[in-house]
């Protein structure tokens, strides 16, 4: 019940391409969906968040959808670019305190030039 | 600011050994985390901490012990490492949802 599933485990996309990312969860006391971006030899930083009161969130290229019914959510970049290349997690939170921050097992995206 | 800084950034030790990693943040964050990554495993929490004196095992908490004597510093030990603890470890801080976090320790152990 505490599992967040995140596919696929790594995706190539072609620069200008659009890259998805999908995650689901079990556990509906979850209230915070945050998506990391981790670069090699780096800590995870984070990318984007929703909340699940609102179903599509945008910030630039990056857009998260949110399904509550499904208990789906995925994020999707736009225009993908070589500098895109990393790895991303998703995440499901139990608020306040990250303490019940369940993550994802990562998505290694390579966008080709 | 420096963020949350970890050290060592790298480690070998042989079975048996102990070892302290240290962590610290300069943002006044309450809370403060380890975790260890591993491949095709994401972020699995170890202990936590909600306050300065306070700690609390989380997810993957055995074999390790964690230490919060001042707001500012969160330190992981390992009494007697084993081969299973190869991993980079994360720490991160947090005032809210929004965890920042460290670059990360990589530790071998042998």
């Known amino acids: 019940q505490q599992q967040v599933k995140q596919s696929p485990q790594s995706l190539i996309v072609q620069k200008g391409g659009i890259s998805i990312i999908n995650c689901a969860y079990e556990?509906?006391?979850?209230?915070?969906f945050p998506w990391y971006q981790q670069f090699p030899g780096k800590g995870p930083a984070l990318l984007i968040a929703?909340?699940?009161?609102?179903s599509e969130k945008k910030e630039g290229r990056f857009t998260i959808s949110f399904n509550k019914s499904a208990k789906q959510f995925s994020l999707h970049i736009m225009d993908s670019q070589p500098g895109d290349s990393a790895t991303y997690f998703c995440?499901?939170?139990?608020?306040?305190?990250?303490?019940?921050?369940?993550f994802g097992a990562g998505t290694r995206l390579f966008v080709k030039a | 600011n420096a963020g949350v800084t970890q050290t060592p950034k790298f480690r070998v030790l042989k079975t048996g050994q102990s070892m302290t990693l240290l962590c610290a943040q300069d943002?006044?964050?309450?809370?403060m985390y380890w975790y260890r990554q591993d491949p095709g495993m994401g972020l699995r929490l170890i202990h936590y901490?909600?306050?300065?004196?306070?700690?609390a095992k989380g997810e993957v908490p055995d074999g390790y012990n964690v230490s919060r004597l001042k707001k500012q510093n969160f330190l992981l030990g390992l009494e007697s490492a084993a081969p299973s603890q190869t991993s980079v470890y994360f720490c991160?801080?947090?005032?809210?949802?929004?965890?920042?976090f460290g670059p990360g320790t990589r530790l071998l152990v042998l």
């Open positions: 556990n509906t006391a979850f209230d915070y």
């Open positions: 943002m006044n964050h309450e809370y």
């Open positions: 995440a499901a939170s139990m608020l306040p305190g990250g303490f019940k921050t369940i």
């Open positions: 901490s909600v306050g300065e004196g306070t700690t």
């Open positions: 991160a801080s947090s005032n809210d949802e929004t965890q920042y």
């Open positions: 929703i909340r699940p009161d609102v």
